[in-house]
Antibody
Framework: QVELQESGPGLVKPSETLSLTCSVSGGSFSNYYWSWIRQSAGKGLEWIGRLYSSGSINYNPSLRTRVTMSIDTSKTQFSLELTSVTAADTATYYC??????????????WGQGVLVTVSS | IQLTQSPSSLSASVGDRVTITCRASRAISNYLAWYQQRPGKAPRLLIYTASTLQSGVPSRFSGSGSGTEFTLTISGLQPEDSATYYCQHLNSYFPGFGPGTKVDI
């Protein structure tokens, strides 16, 4: 049974960089697309991006200029960096496992989520 | 692709049959999934490709539809089904979610 666990600061100052890591245990790490998804009261569920173990990455166009995702297959972890944050980036951030059957993706396992608040 | 859900909320009783509708702004074949989110928890996959039940999900959940209109049906509502339900279109390069339907028991 795969388990995902997010980690990172719960408070980030405006204009700074939000950094989160997702640790994956159990199951295969190589055959899935790993994603970040966030949920705020104002915008509901929003997909941030996905990456594959090979390094293939796709981002949400609305966040592309501020997002960087990376993966460490040796540690079965993947990470998110979101730069120049504002209060609008306050949300619960989830990491999720994406099952890709071209041209589709759905998310069959999720972390518990981490609330990140942007405030000075 | 924009997704809308109706109703935005509903109240039903244990044992009722409940139907939630998700509409897409353009045809998406059967590329739709449904998730359940209980308060304070992460979303849980219920159905993918419109009608395929995820392993471990009770059979009282079912999905149907194609093109632009999809439905999630709960047959025989249980107390633990109190949650918000989201649809998701399965575009692998830019997936998106509906606004959710809150189900109160």
């Amino acid at each position: 049974q795969v388990e995902l666990q997010e980690s990172g600061p719960g408070l980030v100052k405006p204009s700074e960089t939000l950094s989160l890591t997702c640790s994956v245990s159990g199951g295969s790490f190589s055959n899935y697309y790993w994603s970040w998804i966030r949920q705020s009261a104002g915008k509901g569920l929003e997909w941030i991006g996905r990456l594959y173990s090979s390094g293939s990455i796709n981002y949400n166009p609305s966040l592309r200029t501020r997002v960087t995702m990376s993966i460490d297959t040796s540690k079965t972890q993947f990470s998110l960096e979101l730069t120049s944050v504002t209060a609008a980036d306050t949300a619960t951030y989830y990491c999720a496992r994406g099952v890709v059957v071209p041209p589709t993706i759905y998310f069959d396992s999720w972390g518990q989520g981490v609330l990140v608040t942007v405030s000075s | 692709i924009q997704l809308t859900q109706s109703p935005s909320s509903l109240s039903a009783s244990v044992g009722d049959r409940v139907t939630i509708t998700c509409r897409a702004s353009r045809a998406i074949s059967n590329y739709l999934a449904w998730y359940q989110q209980r308060p304070g928890k992460a979303p849980r996959l219920l159905i993918y490709t419109a009608s395929t039940l995820q392993s471990g999900v009770p059979s009282r959940f079912s999905g149907s539809g194609s093109g632009t209109e999809f439905t999630l049906t709960i047959s025989g509502l249980q107390p633990e089904d109190s949650a918000t339900y989201y649809c998701q279109h399965l575009n692998s390069y830019f997936p998106g979610f509906g606004p959710g339907t809150k189900v109160d028991i």
